[in-house]
């Protein structure tokens, strides 16, 4: 009778069940048959330099590719160090599969090593929790884990391993691997929904169609193309949904971004808000005048009227609920109303169009984002992490899915994730550039992962907006405190290029316009992971930092 | 000369607002020092609205260094549409090109928002 190991079963489990092909974490003797369990499953890992990492990694995994991602995380201090992207990935709904190691159950209470109750700490951030405490319901725990993170509203799930089941060996025929269910659950809104939502949109004069990151869950572009095309309405993607519709489809308003969005809500009469939450990035809402009417498409219901009371709200994926609202829609043109849009957008956004067009010394930050879209094109993957950087990261135009991602300007805000997530998308796209724009404070956090992108051989470009400053911290700070009292905001002029040459990588330090295009070419011929500094004007101020400011601010 | 007389009146009016009005006074009160410029494209009219911990002061002409500008075409537009007070005007002459923005352009969405918390 053939025997297997608890870590053995999590392997085949994974390989065999949910296809997995790529896990992320660090090792750990907690979790070491769970190590050998990948091996004899021949299941990638990449093994990176700080959990955090590995779990942004496996929550960017999901969003590139549409499958969960996996991440392992060994006892005590593995866990701990995971939790900054778990939390992000339950702000972000990101269906993350966690694997943990724990001290062994025959040593609680004794002083174990590495011993703390780690699921008090972790339930209030994942969607599901639980220790398997039977080597032969591992593999029934890990399909419960794999169900509770895809199906529905996605999210983080969180299985604990103790060695104690992971090194048993067991006759194999007693943990039989459960049959994967691929069942397509379809919410049906009631056709009145249906009805009363389309008649508003039917009856809109200058609607505008506003997409999250539920889009990209959905991943039922299809539908949202077809919509989009018979409605007419001119539409913006966000966040995950960012891409799902090219930017330069003919409906996209992409271009009037956020400047554009803010002025120009308050011209629509009808939004259409499909799996975007109105959270403090639309202002709890507030952006929306009282006058336009809303209707809401959302998974979870509770989203439906959350921080504005919806005019229509259809319960369902957003794919799903396209489908079936699109036959109640009438045919009709609102190319007139987009081109005033774009119009409009162009006026407002005037200075940064210029800028985008003009050589200035020190460096716009505005200047080098068009200066690399100039040489990646519109077929790259872009992640954007910092403050300000985010905001002038939003203007790359991109035709991939996913396609510019500011990773982080989720709920969580979690400065650090634009290198794992470049490198996730690297894995999942190999044939694509992926260009990660950095701000100099945020590149700190995961810094170290150039290792990783050298020992697995994942050559993503990481361009350092370094303004040797936490700038949106700092501007905040001149406009609340004042200039003469900056309090921890500030860095300095730092050779983040050498340290990634001294872990094998590429460097390129830039100080001038003229240097920019040069070394993005030579840092992508390098064919390493790269790193291109540029010294960027520090007094420049985004947008954002006075709506981050003002989010802040108590009366 | 109209949109330079209504100008002032604005100016005079927020200085009020900020010394009578607790809810603009709150409003600007969080704000350490940010320069509004609100000018026609040829430079030939403008003012400027300085914002310093609650306090509005301004200037006129339309050469000082400023944070935020709002940008006429001309000035008839400039009094047409401010007079109006009317966000679908604005947006209109934005969409016309007869409005842009310059500099940090989030300052001059909260100036306008300041303003219709005092009209």
């Not at chain 1, 996996?70 to 593995?78: D, K, M, Q, S, Y």
């Not at chain 1, 702000?91 to 599969?97: H, I, Q, R, S």
């Not at chain 1, 220790?131 to 509770?148: G, M, N, V």
């Not at chain 1, 849009?341 to 200035?360: F, H, N, P, V």
């Amino acid at each position: 009778m053939a025997k297997i190991n608890g870590g053995h079963l999590v392997g085949k489990y994974l390989k065999e069940v949910e296809n997995v092909e790529i896990v992320f974490g660090i090792s750990g003797g907690h979790i070491e048959a769970v190590l050998d369990g990948f091996t004899e499953y021949k299941i990638r890992t990449i093994d990176v330099r700080h959990e955090q990492a590995a779990a942004m990694m496996a929550h960017a995994w999901s969003i590139y590719t549409g499958k969960p991602g996996v991440c392992f995380l060994t006892a005590g201090p593995g866990f701990a160090n995971g939790l900054t992207g778990i939390a992000n990935a339950y702000l972000d709904n990101a269906p993350l599969v966690v694997l943990c190691g724990r001290h062994p159950l025959r040593d609680d209470l004794k002083g174990a090593l590495q011993e703390i109750n780690q699921m008090d700490i972790v339930h209030p951030i994942t969607k599901w929790a639980a220790t398997c405490y039977d080597t032969k319901r591992i593999p029934e725990y890990l399909s419960i884990a794999f169900r509770y993170a895809v199906e529905g509203r996605p999210g983080p799930v969180f299985l604990e391993l103790p060695p104690d089941i992971l090194g048993v060996k067991i006759e194999e025929s007693l943990a039989p691997m459960p049959k994967r269910t691929y069942r397509k659950y379809t919410v049906h809104p009631d056709d009145a929904d249906l009805k009363a939502a389309a008649d508003i949109i039917n009856n809109a004069k200058q609607p505008l169609f506003l997409g999250g990151s539920g889009v990209r869950f959905s991943g039922n572009s299809e539908a949202l193309g077809k919509f989009i095309e018979k409605s007419g309405v001119p539409f913006m993607l966000m966040n995950y949904g960012r891409g799902e519709l090219p930017d330069n489809h003919p409906n996209s308003v992409m271009d009037m971004g956020n400047i554009g969005l803010m002025f120009g809500i308050t011209q629509t009469d009808v939004l259409i808000a499909a799996g975007v939450r109105f959270n403090w990035l639309l202002q709890s809402g507030n952006i929306i005048p009282p006058n336009v009417k809303v209707v809401r498409i959302d998974i979870d219901p509770h989203e439906i009227d959350r921080n504005r009371i919806a005019d229509a709200g259809l319960v369902g994926d957003v794919g799903s609920v396209l489908e079936q609202l699109t036959p109640f829609i009438n045919k009709n043109d609102h190319s007139a109303w987009a081109n005033t849009l774009k119009s409009a957008g162009r006026s407002l956004l005037d200075y940064e169009l210029r800028i985008r067009e003009t050589a200035t010394d020190p460096i716009h930050p505005v200047r080098l984002v068009a200066q690399i879209q100039k040489v990646t094109g519109d077929d790259t993957v872009y992640v954007t992490d910092g403050g300000d950087t985010n905001y002038f990261g939003l203007a790359f135009s991109t035709k991939q899915k996913g396609g510019v991602i500011a990773a982080a300007a989720g709920l969580f805000g979690c400065l650090g994730t634009g290198i794992p997530f470049g490198m996730a998308a690297k894995l999942a796209r190999p044939d694509k550039k992926v260009v990660v724009l950095n701000g100099d404070g945020s590149f700190g956090f995961n810094a170290m992962e150039f290792d990783t992108m050298v020992r697995h051989n994942i050559p993503i470009v990481v361009v350092i907006n370094n303004d040797c400053a936490w700038g949106m911290i700092k501007h905040s700070q001149e406009l609340s405190i004042g200039k003469d009292r900056l309090q921890c905001s500030e860095l300095g002029v730092r050779h983040y290029e050498k340290v990634v040459e001294g872990l094998g990588g590429h460097g390129e330090f830039v100080t001038k316009d003229e240097e920019i295009i040069p070394a993005l070419e030579r840092a992508f011929a390098s064919g390493k992971p790269a790193c291109v500094n540029v010294m960027t004007d520090p007094t420049v101020t985004s947008p954002a930092t006075p709506l981050f400011y003002q989010s802040l601010k108590m009366e | 000369m109209r949109f330079s007389a209504l100008l002032f009146i604005l100016s005079q009016i927020l200085r009020w607002a900020a010394k009578m009005k607790p809810a603009y006074r709150s409003y600007i009160g969080s704000i350490h020092q940010v320069k509004i410029m609100i000018k026609t494209a040829d430079g030939k009219w403008g003012r400027l609205f300085i914002f310093d911990k609650g306090t509005v002061s301004s200037k006129s002409g339309a050469n000082h260094p400023y944070d935020a500008a709002i940008v006429w075409s001309d000035a008839a537009t400039g009094f047409k549409v401010m007079a109006s007070k009317s966000d679908a005007e604005q947006f209109k002459a934005a969409a016309a090109g007869k409005m842009k923005l310059d500099g940090m352009a989030f300052f001059a969405q909260w100036f306008n928002d300041g303003v219709k918390l005092v009209l």
